[in-house]
């Protein structure tokens, strides 16, 4: 409803500027928590004598750790709201940061992550919620991009700024910081988060747990949720395989840099990520389709992988070029869950949403083991590097994949963002 009584807008705004910088500092260290081990993925190989596919195991424990969250997060939200969801678990996250820290083996690292992952799953889809109850419907999509542009800043710290803290004090008293950090802000969720505007209160007929539970059943058996976890799984395992895992070890092996030239170039890329999610955002409302804004997206992603599957240059700034080219049209999650909001409705919310991410995650999960198995069936050298002719199948594995997954998409409704204008004027 739009018809808010002034001294109710006044203190929804007055909530929403409150609620702010502890979201964004909750996504930003999500995003740094799940993309830090792409930094430092090659020192872990060889202070541990890790392989290719050991390697990929370790943030894929991430994934599946979120994978395993998603649909438990989705009743959790629907039912007992995002404030005391995201504080609860985002502790964990914290604890899985000081886990990873301490850990003298493969077993420990993964622990530690997978710990992050549960930890770390209802922040995105948290935050989502909150954007679908404190915002009008047809700027869902504007909302979500700054959003995810404001967490993409944790990849920005992971990547140079971590990079000189791990040099200076190596990575495991960074990450002891950051996890002890990361518990604060857990409790400063808690204090700073309400659930919905006060002129909006809960519906009268709240549903009993074993109700929800239920209602998550009903939606998993709507089959348009599987065409939405498609495009949504490829495209973000696309982004987060290479960004989060293999941009340190292709850098290192294919073109020789150190970690803090490394750090450079994943700045430089992630920086690029972060401009692209604000200007996917109003995308939608611009052309007046959300299925045409993925389209065109997942078109120009899978061009993308290809580039670098047949570059051969040994040029750090063509390469670089390239994946900033590959990160400006990644961000493609904006347009894919404001179409999902607008074919379901608002008491599902933190159900559908998390129902596709479940697939979402579990599609990151497969997609870093089955890159890991790629780069495993290629003889590495004699100081542990792949060869290029390695990371070149990778990316045309997902170039293939992200058509695939579009053709899968594109059967669905498309609802343009004036047509949810029309309905929110008339409520």
């Given at each position: 409803?739009?018809?808010?009584?002034?001294?109710?807008?006044?203190?929804?705004?007055a909530?929403?500027?409150?609620?702010?910088?502890?979201?964004?500092?909750?996504f930003?260290?999500?995003?740094?928590?799940?993309?830090?081990p792409?930094v430092?993925?090659?020192?872990?190989?060889?202070?541990?004598?890790?392989?290719?596919?050991q390697?990929?195991?370790?943030?894929?424990?991430?994934?599946?750790?979120a994978a395993?969250?998603?649909?438990?997060?989705?009743?959790l939200?629907?039912r007992?709201g995002?404030?005391r969801?995201?504080?609860?678990?985002?502790?964990?996250?914290?604890?899985?940061a000081?886990a990873?820290?301490?850990a003298?083996?493969?077993?420990g690292?993964?622990?530690?992550?997978?710990?992050?992952?549960?930890?770390?799953?209802?922040?995105f889809?948290?935050?989502?919620v909150?954007?679908?109850?404190?915002?009008?419907?047809?700027?869902?999509?504007?909302?979500?991009?700054?959003?995810?542009?404001?967490?993409?800043?944790g990849?920005?710290l992971?990547?140079?700024?971590?990079a000189?803290?791990v040099?200076?004090y190596?990575?495991?008293?960074?990450l002891?910081t950051?996890?002890?950090?990361?518990?604060?802000?857990?409790?400063?969720?808690l204090?700073?988060?309400?659930?919905r505007?006060?002129?909006?209160?809960?519906?009268?007929?709240?549903?009993?747990?074993?109700?929800?539970?239920?209602?998550?059943r009903?939606v998993l058996?709507?089959t348009?949720?599987?065409?939405?976890a498609?495009?949504?799984?490829?495209?973000?395992?696309?982004?987060?395989?290479?960004?989060?895992?293999?941009?340190?070890?292709?850098?290192?092996?294919?073109?020789?840099?150190d970690?803090?030239?490394?750090?450079?170039?994943?700045?430089?890329?992630?920086l690029?990520?972060?401009?692209?999610?604000?200007?996917?955002?109003?995308l939608?409302?611009?052309?007046?389709?959300?299925?045409?804004?993925?389209?065109?997206?997942?078109?120009?992603?899978?061009?993308?992988?290809?580039?670098?599957?047949?570059?051969?240059?040994?040029?750090?700034?063509?390469?670089?070029?390239?994946?900033?080219?590959?990160?400006?049209?990644?961000?493609?999650?904006p347009?894919?869950?404001?179409?999902?909001?607008?074919?379901?409705?608002?008491?599902?919310s933190?159900r559908?949403?998390?129902a596709?991410?479940v697939?979402?995650?579990?599609?990151?999960f497969l997609?870093?083991?089955?890159?890991?198995?790629?780069?495993?069936?290629?003889?590495?050298?004699?100081?542990?590097?792949?060869?290029?002719?390695?990371?070149?199948?990778?990316?045309?594995?997902?170039?293939?994949?992200?058509?695939?997954?579009?053709?899968?998409?594109?059967?669905?409704?498309?609802?343009?963002?004036?047509?949810?204008?029309d309905?929110?004027?008339?409520?």
């Amino acid at each position: 409803m739009n018809s808010h009584t002034p001294s109710a807008s006044y203190s929804r705004r007055a909530a929403i500027i409150r609620m702010i910088p502890v979201l964004g500092i909750t996504f930003i260290l999500a995003h740094f928590l799940r993309s830090a081990p792409a930094v430092i993925a090659p020192n872990l190989r060889a202070e541990m004598g890790l392989t290719p596919g050991q390697l990929s195991s370790l943030p894929a424990a991430i994934f599946l750790g979120a994978a395993l969250m998603q649909l438990p997060v989705g009743v959790l939200l629907d039912r007992f709201g995002p404030r005391r969801t995201m504080a609860a678990l985002f502790s964990l996250a914290a604890l899985g940061a000081i886990a990873f820290a301490t850990a003298k083996g493969v077993a420990g690292l993964a622990i530690g992550l997978f710990l992050i992952g549960c930890g770390a799953a209802p922040v995105f889809m948290g935050v989502i919620v909150l954007l679908s109850r404190w915002i009008a419907r047809d700027r869902l999509a504007t909302g979500t991009a700054i959003s995810i542009a404001v967490g993409g800043a944790g990849m920005l710290l992971s990547a140079s700024p971590f990079a000189a803290a791990v040099e200076i004090y190596g990575w495991r008293a960074s990450l002891y910081t950051v996890g002890a950090f990361s518990l604060a802000v857990a409790a400063a969720l808690l204090i700073m988060v309400r659930d919905r505007p006060d002129d909006e209160p809960s519906p009268a007929t709240t549903e009993t747990l074993l109700e929800t539970i239920i209602g998550l059943r009903h939606v998993l058996r709507d089959t348009r949720i599987y065409s939405f976890a498609a495009v949504s799984a490829v495209s973000v395992g696309a982004l987060v395989t290479i960004r989060n895992l293999w941009i340190g070890p292709y850098l290192h092996d294919v073109f020789d840099l150190d970690i803090v030239a490394r750090g450079n170039v994943i700045f430089a890329v992630s920086l690029t990520w972060i401009i692209a999610a604000i200007l996917y955002g109003p995308l939608d409302r611009m052309f007046d389709t959300r299925r045409g804004v993925v389209t065109g997206g997942m078109l120009a992603f899978a061009t993308m992988n290809a580039l670098l599957a047949i570059n051969g240059s040994n040029s750090v700034l063509v390469v670089t070029i390239l994946l900033s080219g590959f990160a400006l049209f990644a961000p493609i999650a904006p347009p894919i869950f404001a179409h999902a909001r607008s074919l379901f409705p608002d008491t599902h919310s933190g159900r559908v949403f998390t129902a596709i991410n479940v697939c979402t995650w579990s599609g990151v999960f497969l997609i870093q083991m089955g890159t890991g198995a790629i780069l495993d069936a290629f003889p590495v050298d004699e100081l542990g590097r792949s060869p290029a002719i390695a990371y070149r199948t990778m990316f045309v594995a997902l170039a293939v994949g992200l058509l695939l997954a579009l053709i899968i998409y594109r059967r669905l409704e498309d609802v343009p963002p004036s047509a949810e204008q029309d309905h929110s004027r008339s409520d």
